[in-house]
């Protein structure tokens, strides 16, 4: 004779995998995942307004020492326009180009394509005044880039 038809013992129903504690810890318990589930949301939504959505370029720039700087043959000139709001100048091979204009920018890329075949070592010194918006040093050193220099040099234009 077993144990159960002898003491009148039988086991109680399984109630899913919550088998044990009190009756009314079992809903909150079957919540848990759920209530996880919410908070990780609400953090997504305050951390994904933070997070950079434009691609780009991040970087540790090194402190400038004047004994690396390289021998050019090819410099530019960046200075902010006189009296204009955001208008940036180039002086490039004794001519002036403006980067808010389209086709100055292009005559800029064709002109710097046609002397970077001629510059054996392909480094390009950016002389930027200190009023410059890095956009527009970043968008010259595209430029550059697609123009078929390998290094471009920058450099503070100093007063």
Avoid: N
């Avoid at 001519?95 to 920018?105: F, K, P, T």
């Amino acid at each position: 004779m077993s144990a159960q038809t002898r003491w009148g013992w039988r086991p109680r129903q399984t109630e899913g995998i919550w088998r044990h504690g009190c009756a009314w810890t079992k809903p909150l318990f079957a919540a848990v995942p759920w209530i996880t589930l919410t908070l990780l949301m609400v953090l997504f939504a305050f951390i994904g307004d933070r997070l950079p959505q434009v691609p780009g370029l991040v970087c540790d720039l090194p402190a400038p020492v004047g004994e690396q700087a390289e021998a050019t043959g090819l410099a530019a000139l960046v200075l902010p326009a006189a009296g204009t709001d955001g208008e940036t100048l180039v002086f490039f091979d004794d001519a002036r180009y403006s980067l808010s204009d389209a086709a100055s920018v292009a005559t800029l890329k064709d002109r710097l394509g046609t002397c970077a075949g001629a510059e054996p070592s392909g480094t390009f010194l950016l002389l930027a005044d200190r009023r410059v918006p890095t956009g527009d040093v970043m968008r010259l050193v595209g430029i550059a880039r697609e123009s078929g220099l390998v290094r471009v040099q920058i450099a503070e234009r100093r007063e």
